[in-house]
């Protein structure tokens, strides 16, 4: 049996946009994509970005809509210095600082930031357990 690989899809507002964001300025490594989509290879899953609206049509639901979608994205890291260098990158990239670096309630140290469509990114570094690939 050949191994899955999750995706989580966002839609976007501005192809163009969000690859410059998340290839130049986070520096996600982008996959060989076709026209109107970017693939980003993210160890072990991918992140698929595609115009909104598109998606949208695709699952017959409205484009339409904002605010908290009940979910939010996770980036794990390996220290907190690294925590403080990538929400710098992703606000230096045009992301929007949500939640400035600091200790997290459940031990941690993390923060938010949103991308130019909103979506809601937490960069967390968790001392108790590496989450990520097996080095």
Same mark, same amino acid.
């Given at each position: ?6 995706? #989580?899809?966002?839609? @976007? ?6 690859? %410059?964001?998340?290839?130049? $300025?986070? $520096? ?8 109107? #989509? ?5 160890? $072990? ?5 595609? %115009?909104?609206?598109e998606l949208a ?12 979608? !009940?979910? +939010?994205? @996770? ?5 907190? %210095? =690294? #925590? =403080?260098?990538?929400?710098?990158? !992703?606000?230096?990239? &045009? &992301?929007?600082l949500v939640k ?6 459940? &031990? $941690? ?12 990114? =937490?960069?967390?570094? +968790?001392?108790?357990?590496?989450? &990520?690939?097996?080095?």
């Amino acid at each position: 049996m050949k191994p899955r690989i999750s995706m #989580v899809a966002l839609g @976007v507002a501005d192809l163009d946009l969000s690859k %410059q964001f998340y290839r130049d $300025g986070l $520096g996600l490594p982008m996959m060989n994509s076709p026209p109107g #989509v970017a693939f980003f290879n993210l160890d $072990g899953s991918w992140l698929g970005l595609a %115009q909104r609206d598109e998606l949208a049509a695709d699952a017959t639901v409205s484009p339409e809509g904002r605010g908290y979608a !009940a979910f +939010n994205l @996770v980036h794990n890291v390996a220290s907190e %210095q =690294e #925590v =403080e260098d990538v929400i710098q990158q !992703a606000v230096t990239a &045009g &992301g929007r600082l949500v939640k400035a670096p600091q200790k997290a309630s459940w &031990g $941690g140290y993390h923060a938010y930031f949103k991308d130019p469509d909103g979506h809601l990114w =937490e960069v967390a570094h +968790n001392p108790f357990a590496w989450i &990520g690939p097996a080095d």
